[in-house]
C-alpha cells in the first residue's frame, strides 16, 4: 500500500494549509512509516529506561545525577511524542519569555508580533504566486471575504494553523480558569519552600 | 506513541525508583529516586491525558513538578543541614531520630 503524503499530512497537521504556499511532494510507503514508527517508539521507550537505569546502578552521586538529567530529557520526548509539547518543553527548559510563552510544535518557529500581519487584506497579488495546481483553492481562499468583515480568508487558514498549534492554551484553560484556586495554592506553597530552604540552608552564626 | 506503551514505560521507571530508593543509602541519589519516581506518575498523567483527550492531565503535570520543586527546594536544604551536623549523607549514620 502506498500512502499520499498530501493526504497524511492534511490528517496529521490539519492546520497547516495556506494560501500560496507550494506543499512537499512525493509518496511514502507503509513500510517507511511502519519503520520509521517502530524506530521512533524503540528509541523513546528504551532510552528512559536504560539511562533511569544507569542512574540507581552508579555509585558516585555527580554520575546518578547526570543520568538522572538524561533520563529527564528522554521522558521530554516521550511527552512531545504523546502531544504534550508544553509539558516537555517545561521538563526540559521551563518557559522562556523571549518568544512570549508560544511553543512552536511540528517545526514551526513562532513569528515575531511586530512582522505578523493578522489580518491581510485580499488582493490580487496575494495570490499571484500559488501554482496553477492550487487554483481552485486559491480562488476559494481569495473570493470569499469573511462575511460583513471584507477581510481575505486567506486569515483564516492562518489563524486555524496558530489554532492548531496551540498547545498551550488547552493547559491554561485548565490552568486558570478550573483549577485556578489550585493553582494559586501550589504557587504560595513554592513561595513558602523556596523561603524555608533558604532558612534552613543559611549558615548559624554565634552570637 | 502508543498509550499502552507510555503506560508500561510509566511502570517501568516508577519501579526503578522505589528499588533505588530501598536499596540507596545515599539521601542525594534517594532525593534524586523520588524524583524519578515523581517524573513517572507525570508521564502516566500525560499518558491518560491524550487517551481522555483532555488537557487536565498535563495541568496536573504543571502542579506535580512545582511540587517536586518545593521538595527539592527544602529537602536539599534539610540535607545541607545534616551534613553540617553529621559530616556525612549516609542515612546509616544518621541515628537521630533512633528510638
Redesign the interface.
Known amino acids: 500500500m502506498v500512502y499520499d503524503l498530501e493526504r497524511l499530512m492534511a490528517q496529521t497537521h490539519p492546520g497547516e494549509r495556506r494560501c500560496g504556499t507550494r506543499r512537499p511532494e512525493g509518496r511514502v510507503t507503509e513500510a517507511y512509516v511502519d519503520q520509521s514508527r517502530g524506530t521512533s517508539t524503540t528509541c523513546s521507550a528504551s532510552s528512559p529506561v536504560a539511562s533511569a537505569l544507569l542512574f540507581v546502578t552508579r555509585k558516585s552521586p555527580v554520575a546518578a545525577a547526570l543520568w538522572l538529567v538524561s533520563t529527564m530529557f528522554a521522558i521530554a520526548g516521550m511527552y512531545v511524542l504523546l502531544d504534550a509539547q508544553f509539558v516537555g518543553r517545561v521538563q526540559v527548559l521551563g518557559l522562556r519569555r523571549r518568544d512570549h510563552g508560544r511553543v512552536p510544535v511540528r517545526g514551526h518557529a513562532p513569528q515575531p508580533r511586530a512582522t505578523a500581519t493578522p489580518w491581510p487584506t485580499c488582493s490580487a497579488t496575494a495570490c499571484a504566486s500559488v501554482p496553477a495546481r492550487w487554483g481552485s483553492r486559491s480562488s476559494r481562499c481569495c473570493s470569499r471575504p469573511w462575511p460583513g468583515t471584507g477581510r481575505c480568508s486567506a486569515s483564516r487558514s492562518r489563524r486555524r494553523r496558530r489554532d492548531a498549534g496551540n498547545v498551550v492554551a488547552p493547559v491554561a484553560a485548565v490552568l486558570f480558569r478550573e483549577q485556578l484556586l489550585a493553582f494559586e495554592i501550589t504557587s504560595v506553597l513554592l513561595l513558602a519552600a523556596v523561603v524555608g530552604a533558604v532558612v534552613l540552608a543559611k549558615r548559624r552564626t554565634a552570637p | 506513541?502508543?498509550i499502552g506503551?507510555?503506560l508500561l514505560?510509566s511502570a517501568?521507571?516508577f519501579v526503578?525508583?522505589v528499588?533505588?530508593v530501598l536499596?540507596?543509602r545515599?539521601a542525594?541519589?534517594l532525593f534524586?529516586?523520588v524524583?524519578?519516581m515523581l517524573?513517572a506518575v507525570?508521564?502516566s498523567f500525560?499518558?491518560l491525558?491524550?487517551l481522555h483527550g483532555?488537557?487536565?492531565g498535563?495541568?496536573f503535570?504543571?502542579?506535580v513538578?512545582?511540587?517536586a520543586?518545593?521538595?527539592s527546594?527544602?529537602g536539599?536544604?534539610?540535607i545541607?543541614?545534616v551534613y553540617?551536623h553529621f559530616g556525612t549523607v549516609d542515612l546509616d549514620r544518621i541515628n537521630l531520630l533512633r528510638g
Do not use: D, H, K, Y
Open positions: 506513541m502508543m506503551e507510555a514505560i517501568v521507571l526503578i525508583g528499588v533505588g536499596t540507596r545515599n542525594l541519589i534524586m529516586c524524583e524519578l517524573n507525570n508521564l500525560v499518558a491525558s491524550r483532555g488537557a487536565l498535563q495541568a503535570v504543571v502542579f513538578m512545582t511540587v520543586a518545593a521538595e527546594a527544602v536539599l536544604a534539610i545541607i543541614a553540617r
